[in-house]
């Protein structure tokens, strides 16, 4: 698993592609309801998915409801602990400061992303939260699985609110 770092050039399927697929599938979902199509899913070591989100700050009013923290909790819930330690966070758009902070203290192994976020993202953009030196917890990164896929559902998405 470790090492696929391909990108929107690299279009053969790679380890993360199933889970992405499932993530676009939520980011999908969230448009229904007008949130911004950010679709996320933690698979434990083992691969099974522990829990998924969708952004649902539109759907409920939180503003924390950001697709990552949706699915950290459904999979904190469902193993019965914080600590995720082993897993993986596959998420459709490079994680915000926020979202990037909740991977670092959940202890996910890895954050695999779609589509980068030059605006706000704090996974290599913008600012580096998850490989800051001063934390004692720095997960691996994997970014650009399906990260056309994710960029056209922004563009579509923020297309037709301009529009």
């Not at 897993?87 to 990037?100: F, K, N, Q, R, S």
């Amino acid at each position: 698993m470790k090492g696929d770092r391909r990108g929107p050039d690299r279009p053969q399927a790679g380890p993360y592609d199933a889970l992405m697929e499932r993530a676009l599938e939520l980011a999908r979902q969230s448009m229904g309801w007008g949130d911004v199509p950010v679709g996320a899913v933690v698979a434990g070591a083992d691969w099974e998915i522990l829990g998924v989100g969708a952004n649902e700050r539109e759907l409920t009013g939180d503003p924390t409801a950001h697709a990552e923290i949706v699915a950290l909790r459904r999979a904190a819930a469902a193993a019965g602990s914080w600590r995720m330690d082993g897993a993986t966070l596959v998420v459709t758009l490079e994680p915000c400061t926020m979202c990037a902070g909740a991977l670092v203290l959940a202890r996910i192994e890895r954050c695999v992303y779609a589509a980068a976020d030059p605006k706000a993202g704090a996974v290599g953009s913008l600012w580096d939260v998850v490989r800051d030196r001063r934390l004692n917890h720095r997960p691996e990164v994997v970014a650009g699985v399906l990260g056309a896929e994710s960029a056209a559902l922004l563009r579509e998405f923020f297309g037709s609110r301009r529009g």
